[in-house]
């Protein structure tokens, strides 16, 4: 063998040693690219303060429904405590007949009274901002996974993990908990939302634009805007660029997010 064709070799195998590092480090890939229905009408939001912050997530991918869906109904509740995780909610108690979701508030204030073929068709669940990734509660993560998608399902529902987003100062928590959520959806057959992946692209695009409050955990006003984007473009499948609602925001900030969510969605998802 000359020495050229040992060159030859010897490059050959790098590439093939740096296609197979690259291969290693390649993100997760979701195994569900939908919920598994079109236009979920209703849904309950199990999670804690990442959700209850700014006056609900749920309310905002409201408003974005009513902006972008005129004339659709769109039933949601959310069932929140201050700094839980999978383990802490009762998840099957939410699905009891007569309580959850049994009447609501309407125009003017005026009470109706549901009557429900089904209580919810998505349950949208998200884990303590860390417990993903917490050495002691990493297996709680992934027992409560199972345990909670098995319940929703079996209610009639579909389950459904938020991927919450990196702290402030720790970004690299972004891919940490895109992989821990990915991984438990595709073991569970849950519909990931990639909210932790829009807040990166952002903070990428946009540096100056805060999508955090002082703690550095929980989100601005802007920050909950851009996951409830990224929630209505997943679930719905329709883009959130150009909407309407702004929720106060200036308009091209707006915009940039909106643009952000779409983005991130059309990524993740795609094959």
């Known amino acids: 063998m000359t ?18 590092t ?7 890939r979701p195994k569900l690219t939908d919920v598994g229905m079109a236009d979920p009408a209703s849904a309950i939001w199990i999670g804690n303060s990442f959700f209850y912050y700014n006056n609900s997530m749920h309310g905002h991918v409201g408003q974005f429904i009513a902006a972008g869906m005129p004339g659709f109904r769109h039933r949601a509740t959310s ?3 201050s700094g839980s995780g999978f383990d802490w909610h009762d998840v099957d108690s939410y699905f009891r007949p007569n309580a959850i979701g049994a009447y609501s508030f309407g125009a003017n204030n005026v009470v109706s009274f549901n009557k429900l073929d089904r209580l919810f068709d998505v349950a949208i669940m998200m884990d303590c901002s860390q417990c993903p990734l917490h050495p002691q509660l990493a297996t709680v993560f992934k027992d409560y996974a199972k345990r909670n998608a098995e319940t929703v399902r079996r209610h009639g529902a579909r389950p459904v993990y938020f991927m919450s987003w990196a702290y402030q100062d720790a970004p690299e ?5 895109a992989e821990a959520y990915t991984r438990e959806g595709n073991a569970n057959d849950a519909f990931v939302i ?18 955090y409050v002082p703690d550095k955990r929980h989100p601005s006003l802007a920050g909950t805007y851009l996951a409830a984007a990224t ?14 609602y702004t929720a106060g925001l200036d308009p091209a900030i707006a915009r940039h997010l909106q643009t952000v969510a779409w983005a991130t969605v059309q990524d993740y998802y795609r094959r």
């Open 3 to 20: 020495i050229v064709q040992r060159l030859a070799r010897a490059f050959c195998t790098l590439l093939l040693a740096a296609a197979a």
């Open 22 to 28: 690259a291969c290693a480090q390649a993100p997760l």
């Open 79 to 81: 069932v929140t405590i």
């Open 173 to 177: 928590m972004t891919a940490q908990l």
């Open 194 to 211: 990639p909210a932790g992946l829009a807040f990166a692209r952002s903070v990428a695009q946009k540096p100056e634009l805060n999508l």
């Open 231 to 244: 929630v209505y473009a997943s679930l719905f499948k329709r883009s959130p660029v150009g909407s309407s």
